[in-house]
């Protein structure tokens, strides 16, 4: 008996899902809010881990493709002093393959490759499990369908997490303000040499300036910095007046207050970056679990919304991968379909394993924006020995 089984979520949790499922010879319907795959900009790049995310693409028999896409240079990493000063200027090895990049659009197109059953707009609403069809999913246009097993992989706001969890993500108390250069070898050669082929950071009290390398000559910049959620309409942060975030040339000049003083090439990566984009950090308890409810569970950051800092993507692919191939060996075990004691026993080891990145993830962050830029150069060389 084949289970009607929905992922909620096109992001690289609920597509790995998908894939994995799928290649297993399970039908699987993913449901995704944006109405096409390029409906918004995909984001910036990600590297993925071996043991996390490559293990996850090794899973859905994507590992050779991602590799033949990736940017091992990528994982170039310089930091700086505010004057400056180069302090790390750390290079792959050319065989180095431990964290390779991949822009975002990139790691998408490839999971979505061949799967059956994506169904653009399908924007939910909410997932009420124990009906008498089954797992009731609502959407935003007054339909409902009935699954056997939902999966919430729609991201820190998720609108499955209520069935089972009624944890909401709390601010970090760091926020991030996002912007882009393009063209950047032909129209700012300074800032491209500045950079380098993985990213540059440069770390001051706290706050921080990091821009990454994209493929194509893109670039994102992250201006990073404690502060409280409403910053912009508060004159506390070094700033002479509240700010309007849709108003670029605001946002411009008040970042450049923000971090006066610095040398003049770092500030040069806001001088010319394009719209600012307002991110602050979100996260979920450290140790979050729920108690397995039938028919539903979480994957990512609809389960364990993390600190920024390389794991979230990875974990969530991870995720993806174990939860299928653990339904597809359940099914062939028990020769019934039913996955629940598949998935109960997954989320026992999904929130071990996420527990255990989100204590380090948390820390991470407390020293990569801290009062003593010291910490975060501590953090990074505590990284790379390891």
């Known amino acids: 008996m084949r289970h009607r089984i929905a992922v909620v979520g096109g992001g690289p949790a609920g597509l790995t899902f998908a894939r994995v499922l799928q290649r297993h010879g399970h039908p699987v319907a993913v449901l995704e809010r944006d109405p096409a795959p390029d409906a918004r900009p995909p984001g ?13 693409l090794d899973k859905a028999g994507l590992l050779a493709e991602f590799q033949a896409l990736s940017r091992p240079e990528g994982q170039a990493m310089r930091i700086l002093d505010t004057d400056g ?10 065989d180095e393959r431990a964290n390779p990049e991949i822009d975002r659009g990139q790691l998408r197109d490839l999971l979505l490759g061949p799967l059956d059953d994506v169904r653009w707009g399908r ?8 009906t008498r069809d089954g797992v009731l999913v609502h959407f935003a246009d ?47 050669p300074a800032l491209a040499r500045l950079i380098g082929d993985g990213s540059v950071a440069v770390y001051g009290v706290n706050r921080s300036l ?50 006066d003083g610095w040398a003049a090439p770092v500030l040069d990566l806001l001088r010319h970056g394009a719209a600012f984009v307002h991110r602050p950090f979100y996260s979920l308890p450290v140790s979050h679990t729920w108690t397995h409810v039938p028919g539903v569970t979480l994957l990512g950051d609809a389960a364990h919304l993390m600190p920024p800092l390389g794991a979230g993507a990875n974990l969530a692919m991870l995720d993806g991968a174990e939860l299928a191939e ?14 629940d004691e598949a998935v109960r026993a997954f989320e026992e080891r999904m ?33 790379q020995l390891s």
Request: zero cysteines; charged letters at 20%; aromatic letters at 6%.
């Open 326 to 339: 653990s339904i597809a060996t359940e099914s062939i075990a028990s020769g019934s379909g039913d996955p």
């Open 351 to 383: 929130w071990a394993r996420a527990g255990r990145w989100a204590q380090i993830t948390t820390a991470g962050l407390e020293r990569l924006v801290s009062p003593d830029p010291a910490e975060a150069i501590a953090q990074f060389d505590h990284v």
């Open 142 to 188: 007054g339909r409902q369908e009935a699954f056997d097993l939902v999966i919430g992989a729609d991201g820190a706001w998720s609108r499955v997490r209520p069935a089972v969890s009624p944890v909401t993500p709390h601010y970090t108390g760091v926020t991030s303000v996002e912007t882009s250069l393009d063209e950047v070898d032909t129209r700012h």
């Open 44 to 56: 910036g790049t990600l590297d993925l881990q071996e043991g996390l995310g490559q293990l996850a």
């Open 85 to 94: 000063t180069v302090l790390r200027d750390w290079h792959p090895r050319p």
């Open 210 to 259: 990091v821009a990454q390398r994209n493929s194509g000559g893109h670039v994102k910049v992250y201006a990073k910095f404690r502060a409280p959620l409403g910053w912009h309409a508060k004159l506390d942060l070094d700033l002479n007046r509240n700010l309007d975030l849709a108003d670029v040339e605001a946002v411009r000049s008040g970042l450049l207050a923000l971090f």
């Open 123 to 130: 924007s939910v609403t909410r997932v009420v499990p124990g």
